[in-house]
């Protein structure tokens, strides 16, 4: 178990769901990832949309958007592509959308809408090791409050510091964008976060992400 944040299971409306705590101040995202994964893989909670029960074989949260973090497209660029240029990098394994002030950044599906890394016939994830954060953090099962405030605060902070990364791989060669509706975008909306400058999730604090409302809920002193 991992002593920095567990997570444990809470009864949400009938089912068995899932509760997070962190008991450290110096919990890091790497520590949220690992305590998460090791939950989903043995934990207590049910899946609520499950085709076959288990995550292996199922593809049913693999045909949604997945918002990517700027740490996802260090390490996909890395495992994938390494030295491609980042711009290079949007074009072709990502849509950026533009809405107005809004930039969605998402890993690129193909025309039947499922992702590019899913291997159709298996139902089974081509890029498992190197999966975005999104994926790795999502379980279909009810979660507390808390727990969805926490993975919506992470995937958040990340996703800013990814347009970030964006606005700087345009320098080069110009802004890749695959859609835009009345785009009005400008740079210094996205201010330095947390993530900026950090390249694993060691690096990234989860008390320097969290607003203090949010840390008082879930923070709870460990032994
Ligand atoms: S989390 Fe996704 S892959 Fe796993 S069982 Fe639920 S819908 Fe299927
Ligand atoms: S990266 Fe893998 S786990 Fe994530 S949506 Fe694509 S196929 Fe599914």
């Known amino acids: 178990m991992n002593p920095c944040v ?6 949400i409306e009938g089912k068995t769901g899932i509760d997070v705590v962190i008991h450290s101040e110096e919990a890091t995202l790497a520590d949220y990832l690992s305590a998460l994964e090791e939950y989903i893989e043995r934990g207590t909670y049910q899946r609520v949309r499950a085709e076959t029960g288990k995550c292996e074989g199922c593809d049913v949260c693999c045909q949604e958007r997945v918002p990517l973090t700027s740490l996802d497209v260090l390490v996909l660029q890395k495992g994938l592509a390494p030295g491609l240029p980042l711009g290079e990098f949007f074009k072709r394994f990502t849509n950026v959308c533009v809405s107005g002030p809004v930039v969605d950044i998402t890993l690129a599906r193909q025309s039947d809408e499922k992702c590019i890394f899913l ?7 081509l890029n498992y090791n190197e999966r975005p954060l999104v994926c790795r953090t999502y379980i279909c099962t009810p ?3 808390r727990a969805r405030k926490l993975r919506d605060t992470i995937v958040n902070t990340g996703e800013d510091e990814l347009v970030r990364l964006w606005f700087r791989s ?4 110009g802004l890749v964008i695959h859609e835009a509706w009345d785009p009005e975008i400008n740079e210094e909306d ?3 976060n947390a993530w900026t ?3 694993t999730p060691q690096q990234v604090y989860l008390k320097d992400i969290v607003p203090s409302s949010l ?3 879930l923070y709870e002193k460990g032994e």
Not at 6 to 11: C, D, Q, T, Y
Not at 170 to 173: A, E, G, H, L, N
């Open 215 to 217: 840390w008082n809920e």
């Open 170 to 173: 345009s320098v080069k060669d």
């Open 143 to 145: 979660l507390a409050p």
């Open 190 to 192: 996205w201010s330095e």
């Open 6 to 11: 567990e997570f444990v299971p809470i009864n």
């Open 197 to 199: 400058g950090k390249i």
């Open 119 to 125: 291997n159709r016939e298996t139902r089974r994830c």
